[in-house]
């Protein structure tokens, strides 16, 4: 069966990039279904309203319970996992993607405004899994660009989606660290030399190589990834050397 995305939203058009490139492929392949549905159409009175005033007083506005729940009762299928995209959330990391690629299919509920009654997470939690999820330490006006983002990211992770299964597997974060540096022809451009180590045709030296400037670059620009990885001694002697 192909895996299964629901995406539910007051901005359907957000979404229409889905049907673009590597993810439009793998829909035409049968290898991913993707579904965008406008809340709007679970609302039961006539301005379809999706948002009220906080309790407790304060800016902005919070999205009604009762519309998210006939939404996720007609497209959640039982035990599939809901993703709610909030910047109050866990941060969505690459483990996360892989956990969630090996899962039959994902539903999205986005947000707008100051996020959506918490009522809506804690019930849907009898049905499945529910992850509220945040992509990065900054703002966004809602959380459509953030589904993007994770459709993406979890979506080239499904079997057959990409071509090559090796740039999956040496992808940065897949083992912790960041990726080095690549290069192409020519070997000479601008007074810019490609690191003369790639073109010796020394394969132990090159993994060498590479496995150093993955380790310098995360020290220098990831350091909080680096504590947590896993280094062997050799890499301990890459790093001081
Ligand atoms: Cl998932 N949503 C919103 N609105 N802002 C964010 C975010 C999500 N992740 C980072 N900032």
Request: aromatic share 6%.
């Amino acid at each position: 069966d192909p895996y299964r995305i629901d995406i539910v939203t007051i901005f359907p058009e957000y979404l229409a990039p889905l049907g673009q490139s590597l993810l439009g492929k793998a829909a035409e392949r049968g290898l991913v279904t993707i579904g965008v549905h406008d809340l709007r159409q679970w609302t039961d009175d006539v301005h379809r309203t999706v948002d009220d005033a906080p309790y407790g007083g304060g800016p902005g506005m919070v999205m009604k319970p009762e519309p998210w729940g006939r939404a996720l009762d007609a497209v959640r299928p039982p035990g599939t996992r809901l993703v709610v995209p909030t910047p109050a959330g866990r941060l969505f990391t690459q483990a996360m993607a892989t956990a969630w690629a090996a899962e039959p299919g994902l539903v999205f509920a986005c947000g707008r405004y100051e996020g959506i009654d918490q009522r809506v997470a804690d019930w849907a939690a009898h049905a499945g899994p529910v992850s509220e999820v945040s992509i990065g330490d900054y703002v966004l006006a809602g959380g459509e660009s953030a589904v993007l983002v994770m459709v993406e990211a979890v979506t080239r992770l499904l079997p057959g989606v990409v071509g090559n299964r090796e740039s999956v597997e040496f992808d940065s974060h897949a083992d912790g660290l960041l990726e080095g540096p690549a290069y192409t022809r020519p070997a000479s451009w601008r007074g810019h030399e490609v690191p003369p180590v790639l073109l010796s045709g020394d394969h132990a030296a090159i993994a060498r190589w590479r496995r150093a400037e993955s380790l310098r670059r995360t020290a220098t620009r990831r350091p909080d990834l680096l504590a947590r990885a896993a280094l062997t001694e050799a890499d301990r002697a890459l790093l001081d050397g």
